[in-house]
């Protein structure tokens, strides 16, 4: 780029770099300045500094946890548990299809069945699951399925995205060797392609279940059962010694699934 | 040699031996188990067919909507929401990266002396414990109702996100070079600057910007629970049963989402 | 019998990889392939199967003419072609045994290759080679945990396993060690002196290629410059293919960095 002049003298950026870096980093301080103004043009600061106190109350209310109420949490961390790993189940089976039909190297059609699938996953990753509950129970009622099937639709964009990108990523020459011996497009999938994404299948879908439980746990808040039921029912009576004992049950299924999920995903990668 | 001059006979069967969960006891206690629990969590599904049957017609209302969107007659509501969303996802990601970038290098085994080093593990694990919902809930209780408690909620949960991933990004990087730099005598900032710095800037500003896009994704939801932005609007147009405005917030939350996912790509690129 | 007419190959980019192709290849016939990189060597055969579809030409194997063939017709052809790789190409996460018996997936319907049930004929012929390129204690080994040259071994079972009429091999020992190489060359020769089976072996080893072929055809820039016996292949052959370079040095110290001269001096005289 620059000639090598007589008298050479390092630096560190060229002169126009370290302008642009500067007007680059202006431009996003006085950006995030500008948001924070139209955020908190309806903040009442009253309460902003009053949350010490307020914290220090719930805080009070919460101790000691109602240890006693654990007992009305098992039939619901049940559902949640349920919700999580049906959902998941839901999830993945239709995430499997929709993965080959958006990799570039399985797709059956570039350009009709790629786009279609590719929207499939960004409907389903854009929308939260609380909010596919908040649908769903609308449209079917109050309940597990809801849950399971707001769990599922939010599953597939997350897992067939994943998944596609590592059938993209697999060894091209390995499908060249099955497809010259004469096998059909199903055999080359069930022989080529399927040994090389199934470790990367199982992380994540397992590592999808490990998030599940921690959706699955709020799912409740708009009635698509599970925990959420109970921990919507105390904080509208302010039982907040109850709510506490709910966290501890969420932080303890939330520690344990994600421990099996990471051990699982060292058994199988 | 091998070859075709003995007359030995080959097996003529042969099975695939397993290949995970070898031992076949287990294999069978592990599958048998799964078995079992499916039936049972089936089982706990109550399904009311009338109540779905009558919801078949409001989902097909719904998907109407979806497809004949109203953006009109709530823009003013959606408006409002979508501006709250977006404010509070530039502010709290911003905030998110300015404490994550202490807490991770915090959070590095390989830069971090040990009491350091499990006070930052403490935060992440409490961070990353906890849906963003739960955390708002708390918020909302104590701030009061507003974009302000989805500011920190949203930073709050980008903390546990980034300097989780960050921490070990770090770890990951390469020995030789922080030893070669250490090698110099350089000072522990020294080391940090020259040596962890380059090598782990790219990914850093690609996980802010994934960070940003879930930040997004995750302000359309805490408005359920009060804590501002378009989950709010979203909430009220479903409660009203106005399907058609529901699917216009949809359409606006997905294209954002598609916008973002492109632009970050693309900046990605550029950064690197 | 193998017959090409006039082969041409340009690529959507408008790189001209193969340029009028003629020659036949008749029973039991192993031609040595040579040039320099990027002659189109790899082109040429991957047309023969259509893993490569030819802009122009035909492909005549026995009666079939292998360019007009429909998708269906063409799995009917490529099952009676073998086809050895460069780096083995086997399928890493399966078993030894199943890569072998993945040869004869052109021979059954998808249903049954799905649960592995494979034919008594099948199976036993997939030991009894294995049991011929030495790995007979193997089969139910995963493929990634052996070395390179019984890596080798097992594409050429597999290959085998077709019961071909033709075998198309794309440099076989590129990523082997001079020892493993020629054992490597040595089996593909005898497999086809068994079988009456012809062969096109590209490869970039010239000294290989004269020890284990029949006859020789050189490439440069996608056009056929040479094709004769291996002993035609003269220094001044060499600079055709290849360019300048002094060609005795090759001869000489045995080209391609052998450590054991010893060893190569014995395969001359064998081959001879």
Same mark, same amino acid.
């Given at each position: 780029? /620059?000639?090598?002049?007589?008298?050479?003298?390092?630096?560190?950026?060229?002169?126009?770099?370290?302008?642009?870096?500067? !007007? @680059?980093?202006?431009?996003?301080?006085?950006?995030?300045?500008?948001?924070?103004?139209?955020?908190?043009?309806?903040?009442?600061?009253? !309460?902003?500094?009053?949350?010490?106190?307020?914290?220090?109350?719930?805080?009070?209310?919460?101790?000691?946890?109602?240890?006693?109420?654990? /007992? /009305?949490?098992?039939?619901?961390?049940?559902?949640?548990?349920?919700?999580?790993?049906?959902?998941?189940?839901? @999830?993945?089976?239709?995430?499997?299809?929709?993965?080959?039909?958006?990799?570039?190297?399985?797709?059956?059609?570039?350009?009709?069945?790629?786009?279609?699938?590719?929207?499939?996953?960004?409907?389903?990753?854009?929308? /939260?699951?609380?909010?596919?509950?908040?649908?769903?129970?609308?449209?079917?009622?109050?309940?597990?399925?809801?849950?399971?099937?707001?769990?599922?639709?939010?599953?597939?964009? !997350?897992?067939?995205?994943?998944?596609?990108?590592?059938?993209?990523?697999?060894?091209?020459?390995?499908?060249?060797?099955?497809?010259?011996?004469?096998?059909?497009?199903?055999?080359?999938?069930?022989?080529?392609?399927?040994?090389?994404?199934?470790?990367?299948?199982?992380?994540?879908?397992?590592?999808?279940?490990?998030?599940?439980?921690?959706?699955?746990?709020?799912?409740?808040?708009?009635?698509?059962?599970?925990?959420?039921?109970?921990?919507?029912?105390?904080?509208?009576?302010?039982?907040?010694?109850?709510?506490?004992?709910? !966290?501890?049950?969420?932080?303890?299924?939330?520690?344990?699934?994600?421990?099996?999920?990471?051990?699982?995903?060292?058994?199988?990668? | 040699?091998?070859?075709?001059?003995?007359?030995?006979?080959?097996?003529?069967?042969?099975?695939?031996?397993?290949?995970?969960?070898?031992?076949?006891?287990?294999?069978?206690?592990?599958? &048998?188990?799964?078995?079992?629990?499916?039936?049972?969590?089936?089982?706990?599904?109550?399904?009311?067919?009338?109540?779905?049957?009558?919801?078949?017609?409001?989902?097909?209302?719904?998907?109407?909507?979806?497809?004949?969107?109203?953006?009109?007659?709530?823009?003013?509501?959606?408006?409002?929401?979508?501006?709250?969303?977006?404010?509070?996802?530039?502010?709290?990601?911003?905030?998110?990266?300015?404490?994550?970038?202490?807490?991770?290098?915090?959070?590095?085994?390989? &830069?971090?002396?040990?009491?350091?080093?499990?006070?930052?593990?403490?935060?992440?694990?409490?961070?990353?414990?906890?849906?963003?919902?739960?955390?708002?809930?708390?918020?909302?209780?104590?701030?009061?109702?507003?974009?302000?408690?989805?500011?920190?909620?949203?930073?709050?949960?980008?903390?546990?996100?980034?300097?989780?991933?960050?921490?070990?990004?770090?770890?990951?990087?390469?020995?030789?070079?922080?030893?070669?730099?250490?090698?110099?005598?350089?000072?522990?900032?020294?080391?940090?600057?020259?040596?962890?710095?380059?090598?782990?800037?790219?990914?850093?500003?690609?996980?802010?910007?994934?960070?940003?896009?879930?930040?997004?994704?995750?302000?359309?939801?805490?408005?359920?629970?009060?804590?501002?932005?378009?989950?709010?609007?979203?909430?009220?147009?479903?409660?009203?049963?106005?399907?058609?405005?529901?699917?216009?917030?949809?359409?606006?939350?997905?294209?954002?989402?598609?916008?973002?996912?492109?632009?970050?790509?693309?900046?990605?690129?550029?950064?690197? | 019998?193998?017959?090409?007419?006039?082969?041409?190959?340009?690529?959507?980019?408008?790189?001209?990889?193969?340029?009028?192709?003629?020659?036949?290849?008749?029973?039991?016939?192993?031609?040595?392939?040579?040039?320099?990189?990027?002659?189109?060597?790899?082109?040429?055969?991957?047309?023969?199967?259509?893993?490569?579809?030819?802009?122009?030409?035909?492909?005549?194997?026995?009666?079939?003419?292998?360019?007009?063939?429909?998708?269906?017709?063409?799995?009917?052809?490529?099952?009676?072609?073998?086809?050895?790789?460069?780096?083995?190409?086997?399928?890493?996460?399966?078993?030894?045994?199943?890569?072998?018996?993945?040869?004869?997936?052109?021979?059954?319907?998808?249903?049954?290759?799905?649960?592995?049930?494979?034919?008594?004929?099948?199976?036993?012929?997939?030991?009894?080679?294995?049991?011929?390129?030495?790995?007979?204690?193997?089969?139910?080994?995963?493929?990634?945990?052996?070395?390179?040259?019984?890596?080798?071994?097992?594409?050429?079972?597999?290959?085998?396993?077709?019961?071909?009429?033709?075998?198309?091999?794309?440099?076989?020992?590129?990523?082997? %060690?001079?020892?493993?190489?020629?054992?490597?060359?040595?089996?593909?020769?005898?497999?086809?002196?068994?079988?009456?089976?012809?062969?096109?072996?590209?490869?970039?080893?010239?000294?290989?290629?004269?020890?284990?072929?029949?006859?020789?055809?050189?490439?440069?820039?996608?056009?056929?410059?040479?094709?004769?016996?291996?002993?035609?292949?003269?220094?001044?052959?060499?600079?055709?293919?290849?360019?300048?370079?002094?060609?005795?040095?090759?001869?000489?110290?045995?080209?391609?960095?052998?450590?054991?001269? %010893?060893?190569?001096?014995?395969?001359?005289?064998?081959?001879?």
């Amino acid at each position: 780029m /620059n000639h090598p002049s007589l008298n050479p003298q390092w630096q560190y950026r060229t002169p126009k770099q370290s302008l642009l870096r500067w !007007f @680059g980093w202006f431009w996003l301080v006085a950006f995030t300045v500008v948001c924070w103004q139209i955020m908190n043009e309806n903040t009442i600061w009253a !309460f902003v500094s009053d949350a010490p106190q307020q914290a220090a109350d719930i805080g009070g209310r919460m101790f000691p946890p109602a240890w006693g109420y654990i /007992n /009305n949490l098992w039939q619901p961390l049940w559902d949640t548990l349920n919700i999580a790993t049906l959902g998941t189940l839901l @999830g993945v089976l239709f995430a499997i299809p929709v993965a080959f039909m958006a990799a570039t190297n399985t797709t059956p059609s570039v350009r009709f069945v790629r786009p279609l699938a590719l929207l499939i996953i960004v409907s389903s990753r854009s929308i /939260n699951s609380l909010i596919w509950a908040l649908l769903l129970v609308a449209i079917i009622g109050p309940g597990l399925l809801a849950g399971i099937v707001a769990i599922g639709l939010r599953s597939i964009g !997350f897992v067939a995205k994943l998944l596609y990108e590592a059938i993209e990523e697999i060894d091209e020459k390995q499908v060249e060797a099955i497809r010259a011996t004469g096998a059909s497009g199903a055999q080359v999938i069930d022989y080529a392609v399927v040994p090389q994404i199934l470790p990367a299948f199982w992380g994540i879908s397992v590592f999808r279940w490990d998030i599940n439980i921690r959706e699955s746990t709020i799912l409740g808040l708009v009635g698509a059962g599970g925990l959420g039921i109970q921990l919507n029912a105390s904080l509208s009576t302010l039982a907040w010694n109850q709510v506490a004992m709910i !966290f501890i049950v969420i932080l303890g299924t939330v520690v344990i699934s994600e421990w099996v999920s990471a051990k699982v995903r060292q058994a199988v990668l | 040699m091998p070859g075709k001059s003995t007359a030995h006979t080959y097996p003529r069967h042969w099975k695939r031996p397993p290949l995970l969960l070898t031992h076949p006891f287990w294999r069978k206690v592990i599958l &048998l188990g799964g078995l079992v629990y499916l039936i049972l969590a089936i089982q706990t599904i109550e399904v009311d067919w009338q109540r779905v049957y009558l919801g078949l017609e409001r989902g097909w209302r719904f998907v109407q909507g979806f497809l004949v969107p109203d953006f009109t007659s709530r823009w003013n509501d959606i408006y409002a929401g979508l501006l709250e969303s977006l404010t509070m996802t530039v502010t709290s990601t911003v905030a998110g990266i300015l404490v994550s970038v202490p807490i991770g290098i915090g959070a590095a085994r390989n &830069l971090a002396p040990a009491p350091v080093y499990l006070a930052c593990r403490g935060i992440i694990t409490v961070s990353r414990s906890f849906q963003e919902v739960i955390i708002a809930i708390l918020l909302v209780a104590m701030f009061g109702f507003g974009p302000f408690a989805g500011f920190l909620t949203l930073a709050f949960a980008t903390i546990g996100f980034l300097s989780k991933l960050l921490a070990e990004e770090i770890e990951d990087c390469d020995r030789s070079q922080i030893e070669a730099v250490r090698a110099t005598g350089a000072s522990w900032w020294q080391v940090v600057n020259y040596a962890v710095q380059p090598q782990v800037m790219p990914r850093l500003v690609g996980l802010s910007l994934y960070r940003f896009d879930i930040n997004f994704r995750e302000s359309a939801v805490i408005g359920i629970v009060g804590a501002g932005g378009i989950g709010a609007t979203l909430n009220t147009a479903i409660d009203r049963y106005e399907y058609d405005s529901a699917g216009a917030v949809l359409i606006i939350i997905i294209a954002i989402v598609l916008v973002v996912e492109y632009s970050s790509s693309y900046i990605r690129r550029w950064v690197q | 019998m193998l017959k090409l007419d006039k082969v041409s190959k340009t690529y959507k980019t408008g790189d001209k990889a193969l340029h009028n192709a003629c020659f036949e290849v008749p029973s039991g016939q192993v031609v040595g392939l040579i040039g320099p990189s990027g002659a189109g060597k790899s082109t040429l055969i991957r047309c023969i199967n259509r893993l490569v579809e030819p802009s122009s030409g035909s492909i005549t194997l026995g009666d079939t003419e292998l360019t007009g063939l429909s998708r269906r017709e063409l799995r009917r052809a490529r099952r009676r072609i073998g086809m050895i790789f460069q780096e083995y190409a086997l399928v890493e996460r399966l078993t030894v045994m199943e890569n072998v018996l993945s040869g004869r997936l052109g021979y059954m319907p998808a249903w049954r290759s799905y649960f592995r049930k494979f034919t008594g004929d099948d199976i036993a012929l997939a030991f009894s080679l294995l049991d011929n390129v030495g790995l007979a204690d193997h089969h139910n080994k995963r493929a990634d945990a052996l070395s390179g040259g019984q890596r080798q071994r097992v594409g050429i079972a597999r290959a085998l396993e077709q019961n071909p009429e033709l075998l198309l091999v794309d440099e076989p020992t590129a990523s082997l %060690d001079p020892k493993t190489s020629r054992q490597i060359m040595r089996l593909i020769r005898s497999a086809c002196q068994e079988r009456n089976l012809p062969a096109i072996i590209n490869i970039h080893d010239v000294l290989l290629a004269q020890q284990f072929s029949d006859r020789i055809i050189g490439l440069r820039a996608g056009e056929i410059v040479f094709d004769g016996p291996p002993d035609a292949l003269t220094d001044d052959v060499l600079t055709t293919i290849y360019g300048d370079e002094d060609w005795t040095q090759l001869r000489g110290e045995n080209g391609s960095g052998d450590q054991g001269e %010893d060893a190569s001096g014995v395969d001359l005289m064998e081959s001879a």
